[in-house]
T-cell receptor
Framework: SYELTQPPSVSVSPGQTARITCSAD??????GYWYQQKPGQAPVLVMY???ERPSGIPERFSGSSSGTTVTLTISGVQAEDEADYYC???????????FGGGTKLTVL | QLQLQESGPGQVKPAETLSLTCSVS?????????WGWIRQPPGKGLEWIGS???????YYNPSLKSRVTILIDTSRNQVSLKLDSVTAADTAVYHC?????????????????WGQGTLITVSS
């Protein structure tokens, strides 16, 4: 079955760089997307088409894709970046959507 | 500005049908885009339920397809979700969202605007 695999947790100190990975066999043919979700809030899109940042998302958020893995990088992490992050992708005909299990980012 | 607002009963009894409505404001759903439903059980991750276009195209998550119906009402600018034969495992926050698509050397769908979500508890 098709799965997206994320690390359950990532911890960084303020000002450091956080990297959250998402891997799956189908990713080379599919774009990856990233959402940030804070407690009690709806998810917010922070990256689309692997590396494009929506308007209003700080420049410290960036995305990349290599082989079977997409990565969300947060440079100069701030306390407000503490949240759950979910990757998302789909099938080759864009008729199916799948989410990764989520990564809890802790800012120490 | 696009806004999505989910509404529903809050609580549904086991074996009954869950019915939710997503009211869209700031954009006519007749103008394009797919509209999707995503749910999140308490303390767990996101699960895509399905997506619909005003043209009638609908895609469902295969794991839920036998129990799910998504409809679109362009006159009311609403999208609805029905989930049959619910169990405790269907307890979740249900979100509606606008779907963006891309086609080319790579294809894909993503959700660029989300409603706040509504909590549905399945309990007798």
């Amino acid at each position: 079955s098709y799965e997206l695999t994320q690390p359950p947790s990532v911890s960084v100190s303020p000002g450091q760089t956080a990297r959250i990975t998402c891997s799956a066999d189908a990713l080379p043919n599919q774009y990856g997307y990233w959402y940030q979700q804070k407690p009690g809030q709806a998810p917010v899109l922070v990256m689309y088409k692997d590396s494009e940042r929506p308007s209003g998302i700080p420049e410290r958020f960036s995305g990349s894709s290599s082989g079977t893995t997409v990565t969300l990088t947060i440079s100069g992490v701030q306390a407000e970046d503490e949240a759950d992050y979910y990757c998302q992708s789909g099938n080759s005909s864009a008729t199916f959507v799948i989410f990764g299990g989520g990564t809890k980012l802790t800012v120490l | 500005q696009l806004q999505l607002q989910e509404s529903g009963p809050g609580q549904v009894k086991p074996a009954e049908t869950l019915s939710l409505t997503c009211s869209v404001s700031g954009y006519s759903i007749n103008s394009g885009y797919y509209w999707g439903w995503i749910r999140q059980p308490p303390g767990k991750g996101l699960e895509w339920i399905g997506s619909i276009h005003h043209s009638g195209n609908i895609y469902y998550n295969p794991s839920l397809k036998s129990r799910v119906t998504i409809l679109i009402d362009t006159s009311r600018n609403q999208v609805s979700l029905k989930l049959d034969s619910v169990t405790a495992a269907d307890t979740a926050v249900y979100h509606c969202a606008r779907v963006r698509t891309v086609a080319g050397s790579k294809v894909g769908n993503w959700f660029d605007s989300w409603g706040q979500g509504t909590l549905i508890t399945v309990s007798s």
